[in-house]
């Protein structure tokens, strides 16, 4: 059965500070990493998506990178910003189903 | 603008109480899922739509069911609410064609939360 882990759980950062988010995954047989934002009470937002064959992504300030041999994947964010402040999300597809297995998160807080 | 819409964004309903939750799509896409958030853990696929066939995670109680009359729309249908069934509920969408399934990227509504009184 796969298993998502994310460290830390809890993250506060100051302004400026660049940051990175961890996560492991127990069956390195995906297809694919999404990396989720989470504001409270709200939806997911998908921030980037590495398919397996890949090694990494960026988008803006966020570049995510995939090591599936390890079973590991991180979430680098530079220049953090107030704004960035939420609980980051990332989820693994894997085996004949179309499901995601998602880690519980990292509650990331950004101070002035 | 809102591609996945989930409404409502907050449902209160009494123990036992039958309770349907919204979702509508205009992205067209083929597949639709529902997740369960409770508090401070991971989202948890409790089924989805490939097209017209209907898939069942083996640990979602039969107290959950859903329905799709259309692509646009599917429907969660909790028949009887306990007080463990609070939680966030979140539609998904994504684009799948066959062995390409597990690709795509999956598109979330802002979700519902649900209480239950």
């Known amino acids: 059965k796969q298993e998502v882990t994310q460290i830390p759980a809890a993250l506060s950062v100051p302004e400026g500070e660049n940051l990175v988010l961890n996560c492991s995954f127990t069956d390195s047989a995906i297809y694919n990493l999404q990396w989720f934002r989470q504001d409270p009470g709200k939806g997911l937002t998908s921030l980037l998506l590495?398919?397996?064959?890949?090694r990494e992504q960026t988008s803006g300030r966020l570049n995510a990178s995939l090591d599936k041999s390890s079973g590991r994947s991180t979430l680098y964010i530079a220049a953090s910003q107030p704004g960035d402040s939420a609980t980051y999300l990332c989820a693994v597809t894997a085996g004949t189903a179309s499901k995601l297995t998602f880690g519980t998160g990292t509650r990331l807080q950004v101070t002035l | 603008d809102a591609m996945v819409i989930q409404n409502p964004r907050y449902q209160v309903t009494q123990f036992g109480k039958p309770v349907t939750l919204s979702c509508s799509q205009t992205?067209?896409?083929?597949?639709m899922y529902w997740y369960q958030q409770k508090s401070s853990q991971a989202p948890k696929l409790l089924f989805h739509?490939?097209?017209?066939?209907?898939?069942n995670e083996a640990d979602t109680p039969d107290n959950f069911q859903s329905r799709r009359p259309n692509t646009s729309f599917c429907f969660l249908d909790i028949r009887s609410p306990g007080l463990g069934d609070a939680a966030m509920y979140l539609c998904a969408t994504s684009r799948a064609q066959g062995a390409g399934m597990s690709k795509n990227i999956q598109y979330f509504g802002a979700g519902t939360r649900l209480s239950v009184l």
């Open positions: 590495i398919q397996s064959s890949q």
């Open positions: 739509y490939y097209d017209k066939d209907f898939n």
């Open positions: 992205l067209n896409h083929n597949v």
